[in-house]
Protein backbone atom coordinates (compact mmCIF):
# COMPACT_ATOMS: atom_id res chain seq x y z
CA UNK A 1 0.00 0.00 0.00
CA UNK A 2 1.60 3.24 -1.18
CA UNK A 3 0.63 6.55 1.09
CA UNK A 4 0.76 10.15 -0.24
CA UNK A 5 0.85 13.34 1.38
CA UNK A 6 0.79 16.40 -0.99
CA UNK A 7 1.95 19.83 0.33
CA UNK A 8 3.02 23.46 -0.42
CA UNK A 9 -0.52 24.41 -1.40
CA UNK A 10 -1.79 27.99 -0.25
CA UNK A 11 -2.90 31.46 -1.84
CA UNK A 12 -0.78 33.27 -4.73
CA UNK A 13 -1.34 36.12 -6.97
CA UNK A 14 -1.66 35.60 -10.75
CA UNK A 15 1.49 35.28 -12.23
CA UNK A 16 3.29 34.00 -8.96
CA UNK A 17 4.82 30.58 -8.57
CA UNK A 18 4.48 27.72 -6.18
CA UNK A 19 5.89 24.65 -5.94
CA UNK A 20 3.86 21.20 -5.03
CA UNK A 21 5.48 17.88 -3.18
CA UNK A 22 4.13 14.76 -2.87
CA UNK A 23 5.99 12.42 -0.62
CA UNK A 24 5.67 8.65 -0.79
CA UNK A 25 5.78 6.37 1.52
CA UNK A 26 4.96 2.23 1.82
CA UNK A 27 6.03 1.50 -2.07
CA UNK A 28 8.60 1.22 -4.49
CA UNK A 29 8.13 4.84 -5.75
CA UNK A 30 11.01 4.23 -8.24
CA UNK A 31 8.71 1.65 -10.26
CA UNK A 32 5.83 4.09 -9.98
CA UNK A 33 4.07 6.05 -12.92
CA UNK A 34 3.28 9.29 -11.32
CA UNK A 35 1.21 12.48 -12.17
CA UNK A 36 -0.94 15.07 -10.68
CA UNK A 37 -4.55 16.09 -11.18
CA UNK A 38 -6.81 18.74 -10.02
CA UNK A 39 -10.99 19.63 -9.36
CA UNK A 40 -12.07 23.27 -9.50
CA UNK A 41 -15.31 23.82 -7.68
CA UNK A 42 -18.17 22.36 -9.44
CA UNK A 43 -16.34 20.81 -12.06
CA UNK A 44 -14.82 16.73 -12.74
CA UNK A 45 -11.40 16.05 -11.45
CA UNK A 46 -8.73 16.97 -14.87
CA UNK A 47 -5.71 15.86 -15.66
CA UNK A 48 -2.28 18.21 -15.77
CA UNK A 49 0.80 16.24 -15.79
CA UNK A 50 2.41 12.83 -15.89
CA UNK A 51 5.93 11.44 -15.29
CA UNK A 52 7.13 8.18 -15.95
CA UNK A 53 9.05 5.69 -13.14
CA UNK A 54 12.77 7.30 -14.03
CA UNK A 55 11.66 10.97 -14.77
CA UNK A 56 12.50 11.03 -18.07
CA UNK A 57 9.05 11.18 -20.17
CA UNK A 58 6.95 14.09 -19.12
CA UNK A 59 3.52 14.98 -20.58
CA UNK A 60 1.02 17.69 -19.72
CA UNK A 61 -2.58 18.93 -20.56
CA UNK A 62 -2.67 21.65 -23.25
CA UNK A 63 -3.65 24.95 -20.76
CA UNK A 64 -0.85 24.17 -18.49
CA UNK A 65 2.42 23.39 -20.75
CA UNK A 66 4.70 25.74 -20.97
CA UNK A 67 3.93 26.95 -16.89
CA UNK A 68 4.28 23.96 -14.79
CA UNK A 69 7.14 21.44 -14.74
CA UNK A 70 6.60 18.14 -12.92
CA UNK A 71 9.35 16.04 -11.73
CA UNK A 72 10.21 13.67 -9.34
CA UNK A 73 13.30 12.49 -6.75
CA UNK A 74 13.81 8.48 -6.97
CA UNK A 75 15.68 9.12 -3.69
CA UNK A 76 13.84 11.32 -1.95
CA UNK A 77 10.34 8.98 -2.89
CA UNK A 78 8.98 12.50 -3.92
CA UNK A 79 6.93 14.24 -6.60
CA UNK A 80 7.36 17.80 -7.64
CA UNK A 81 4.64 20.62 -9.67
CA UNK A 82 6.68 23.50 -9.89
CA UNK A 83 3.62 25.99 -11.25
CA UNK A 84 4.92 29.21 -12.46
CA UNK A 85 3.06 32.05 -13.91
CA UNK A 86 -0.19 31.53 -12.44
CA UNK A 87 -3.68 31.97 -13.30
CA UNK A 88 -6.91 32.17 -11.51
CA UNK A 89 -8.11 29.31 -13.39
CA UNK A 90 -5.53 26.79 -11.58
CA UNK A 91 -7.48 27.47 -8.93
CA UNK A 92 -8.11 24.04 -7.55
CA UNK A 93 -7.91 21.30 -4.78
CA UNK A 94 -4.31 19.49 -6.16
CA UNK A 95 -4.09 15.49 -6.27
CA UNK A 96 -0.62 13.35 -6.18
CA UNK A 97 -1.58 10.03 -7.89
CA UNK A 98 0.36 6.66 -8.18
CA UNK A 99 0.28 3.88 -10.84
CA UNK A 100 1.73 0.71 -10.21
CA UNK A 101 0.04 -0.49 -13.37
CA UNK A 102 1.37 2.22 -15.81
CA UNK A 103 4.95 2.81 -15.14
CA UNK A 104 4.52 5.38 -17.84
CA UNK A 105 2.50 7.14 -15.99
CA UNK A 106 -1.11 7.84 -18.00
CA UNK A 107 -3.89 10.74 -18.51
CA UNK A 108 -6.60 9.21 -16.91
CA UNK A 109 -7.44 8.77 -13.70
CA UNK A 110 -8.20 4.86 -13.52
CA UNK A 111 -4.87 4.13 -14.62
CA UNK A 112 -3.98 5.42 -10.77
CA UNK A 113 -4.07 3.05 -8.11
CA UNK A 114 -3.55 5.49 -5.68
CA UNK A 115 -4.39 9.42 -4.54
CA UNK A 116 -3.51 11.15 -1.80
CA UNK A 117 -5.88 13.66 0.14
CA UNK A 118 -5.49 17.22 -2.09
CA UNK A 119 -3.74 20.56 -1.46
CA UNK A 120 -5.99 23.71 -1.76
CA UNK A 121 -4.18 26.04 -4.67
CA UNK A 122 -5.99 29.49 -4.73
CA UNK A 123 -4.92 32.02 -7.30
CA UNK A 124 -6.13 35.97 -7.34
CA UNK A 125 -6.54 38.03 -9.78
Known amino acids: QVQLVESGGGKVQAGGSLRLSCAASGGSFSSLGMAWFRQAPGKEREFVAT????????YYTDSVRGRFTISRDNVKNTLYLQMNIVKPEDTAVYYC??????????????????WGQGTQVTVSS
Open 51 to 58: VDFSGTNT
Open 97 to 114: TASFRYSSGGHYSREYDY
